[in-house]
Each structure stands twice: as structure tokens, then as C-alpha cells.
T-cell receptor, first 113, second 112 residues
Framework: GENVEQHPSTLSVQEGDSAVIKCTYS??????FPWYKQELGKRPQLIID?????GEKKDQRIAVTLNKTAKHFSLHITETQPEDSAVYFC????????????FGKGTSLLVTP | KAGVTQTPRYLIKTRGQQVTLSCSPI?????VSWYQQTPGQGLQFLFE???????NKGNFPGRFSGRQFSNSRSEMNVSTLELGDSALYLC???????????FGPGTRLTVT
């Protein structure tokens, strides 16, 4: 089955700096790659996603890049703010076989003022 | 629209017992997926239901089962509970032909 690896497991940055989280996947048939943010005690929230026919997608301070050949994708957060502190999860799935997300183990991001 | 709701929010059970968790998807969403979240294993896919049929299944033992009703509400059942079943159980719903999944708040299950 699909195996998603996520790095780093923890990341600490200063407010205003950029943060980058990287994921690799094993199933070349995966074609949907969402990113979720989970604050302490809360539900995961979808923050951005990308399909395999797109190389990059941006939404304000957040961007995701995908390299299908290398089977890796990354989350970029610019101008980080303390409220960006949370655990971020990447995931991969085959959209043509229903909704079964395979998640990475998560990255705990801490943004210090 | 109201979000995904799950009941109960917290549950304490004894090893060997069985438990049923409930999930109500966002109105109009026909797909419901279940995930187990633990500190050690992270988020793991259990199963997905669409129009009352199990469409996908993760790598969990047969003690974990689920079903979906005609109104898209879903339940999952865990029989013969083990200590390792202690986890946050999350459900997520999706509309037709849309890949985004929206999570509920989860049910925190503690097995003693």
C-alpha cells in the first residue's frame, strides 16, 4: 500500500521566517495530495491541496509544490505568525478509488515571536 | 451548513467490551471515512462508506467494522476492545466528485 513519509517531525522558526515541510510517497498512482493543520485539541483542517496534473499551487502565505517524478511534495509557509503553530499533516490518495487518505506522521511547527 | 458531528465526544470502556461511535456528515455529503489517530501511529485510515456501501478498507483487524445508513450517517463498531484501541477516532465527509474531506471533532476512546 501507499507509504507517506514526512520530514521534519518538529520545526521551530522565528515569526516572519519561512517554514518548509516535505513529504514523499511510494504509490505512483497517487494523484491527490492534501495538507491538514491540526491545532491542539481540535480537528484537522484542510489548508491546501494539489492534484497530480499541477506542479504548484498558492493560497496567500501558503504554497504547495509537487514533483511527480521524484514522488515528493512540499508545503511552504511564508511570513510565519504565532497562530501558524500547529501540527501539519500531508496525505496522498488515489482519487479514482474513493476517499482513502494515507497520512504522513505529522510535523509539529512552533513559531516563536 | 453545519459541520461534521460525532457522538459521543469522550468514552471510557473496559478491555473486552465493545463500542459504537456515530458520525453525522455535512448535509449532502454521501461519503464518510473513518480514521484512527494515536501519538505513535498518527492518522490511519480505517474504512470509507459511500451510499451505504463500504468502498475502501484500511489495514485493521476484523474487530473494527462500520456501516452507513440511508441518510449518510455512519457508525463504527469495535468489538473485544484492547488497550491499544485507545485513540481519537475521527470521521470525515466528502461531497460527490470532490476530493476534499472535512473532519469531525472526533471521539476520544480510552480503554482501561
Amino acid at each position: 500500500g501507499e507509504n507517506v513519509e514526512q520530514h521534519p517531525s518538529t520545526l521551530s522558526v522565528q515569526e516572519g521566517d519561512s517554514a518548509v515541510i516535505k513529504c514523499t510517497y511510494s504509490d505512483s498512482a497517487s494523484n491527490y495530495f492534501p495538507w491538514y493543520k491540526q491545532e491542539l485539541g481540535k480537528r484537522p483542517q484542510l489548508i491546501i491541496d494539489i492534484r497530480s496534473n499541477v506542479g504548484e499551487k498558492k493560497d496567500q502565505r501558503i504554497a504547495v509544490t509537487l514533483n511527480k517524478t521524484a514522488k515528493h511534495f512540499s508545503l511552504h509557509i511564508t511570513e510565519t505568525q504565532p497562530e501558524d503553530s500547529a501540527v501539519y499533516f500531508c496525505a496522498a490518495s488515489r482519487s479514482n478509488s474513493g476517499y482513502a487518505l494515507n497520512f504522513g506522521k505529522g510535523t509539529s511547527l512552533l513559531v516563536t515571536p | 451548513k453545519a459541520g461534521v458531528t460525532q457522538t459521543p465526544r469522550y468514552l471510557i470502556k473496559t478491555r473486552g467490551q465493545q463500542v459504537t461511535l456515530s458520525c453525522s456528515p455535512i448535509s449532502g455529503h454521501r461519503s464518510v471515512s473513518w480514521y484512527q489517530q494515536t501519538p505513535g501511529q498518527g492518522l490511519q485510515f480505517l474504512f470509507e462508506y459511500f451510499s451505504e456501501t463500504q468502498r475502501n478498507k484500511g489495514n485493521f483487524p476484523g474487530r473494527f467494522s462500520g456501516r452507513q445508513f440511508s441518510n449518510s450517517r455512519s457508525e463504527m463498531n469495535v468489538s473485544t476492545l484492547e488497550l491499544g484501541d485507545s485513540a481519537l477516532y475521527l470521521c470525515a465527509s466528502s461531497p460527490d466528485r470532490v476530493l476534499e474531506q472535512y473532519f469531525g471533532p472526533g471521539t476520544r476512546l480510552t480503554v482501561t
